[in-house]
């Protein structure tokens, strides 16, 4: 879904300044078009980003890469201030996604992009993956896994996709793999909104 993100990115210039939330250890990060001057890696957690520092080291102390902690529904960055927001794998977990949203509109500028990623859960090839890789490894390790999945993914993606395309007007949106616009028949919903 990251290689999938940055492969549907409409045209890029003017995208000097780049923020990422709820990045964990900075797994999207390598996939990202390297095309700006300063990218900003967040995350809620207090471990995940001393993880990205030590990981992403060299493009640390190169001073194109800032690493913070940072919760997403709150953000301490100014109105209008970054180019370009990126959100993999995060509004299916927090709480008020209308008012995250609208925290994320308020600190990219006008014209720029806010780019998202989201598993289609609880879409039946979503469940059906799930059922198939990852709770059968889980349960093996003596795991909760439809219980831990139940507290983490919070927000439907029938739900989010209503709200995305109520608050933004301009934007793209691609399905994977089925491309068709059914969350029922597909893994992720990737879309980028442009900002007025």
């Not at 993100?5 to 390297?34: C, R, W």
């Not at 933004?168 to 029922?184: I, N, Q």
């Amino acid at each position: 879904s990251h290689f999938l993100l940055e492969q549907t990115l409409p045209n890029l210039n003017g995208m000097d300044t780049i923020l990422e939330v709820g990045a964990g250890s900075g797994h999207h990060f390598p996939y990202v078009k390297k095309n700006f001057s300063t990218y900003i890696m967040t995350d809620g957690s207090i471990e995940m980003p001393a993880i990205a520092a030590e990981k992403y080291s060299q493009e640390v102390s190169s001073g194109f890469l800032a690493i913070k902690q940072q919760d997403a529904t709150c953000l301490s960055y100014p109105d209008g201030s970054v180019d370009r927001l990126i959100a993999t794998h995060v509004l299916e977990h927090l709480p008020e996604p209308v008012n995250v949203l609208k925290e994320w509109n308020r600190v990219v500028r006008p014209g720029g992009l806010i780019s998202i990623v989201l598993p289609c859960d609880p879409g039946l090839l979503w469940r059906l993956g799930r059922h198939l890789g990852p709770r059968r490894n889980a349960k093996k390790l003596g795991l909760a896994y439809d219980y831990l999945q139940a507290a983490e993914h919070i927000n439907s993606i029938f739900n989010l996709v209503v709200f995305i395309r109520h608050h933004f007007e301009f934007l793209t949106e691609s399905w994977y793999p089925a491309r068709l616009p059914a969350p029922d028949l597909n893994l992720f919903y990737i879309c980028h909104i442009r900002t007025i």
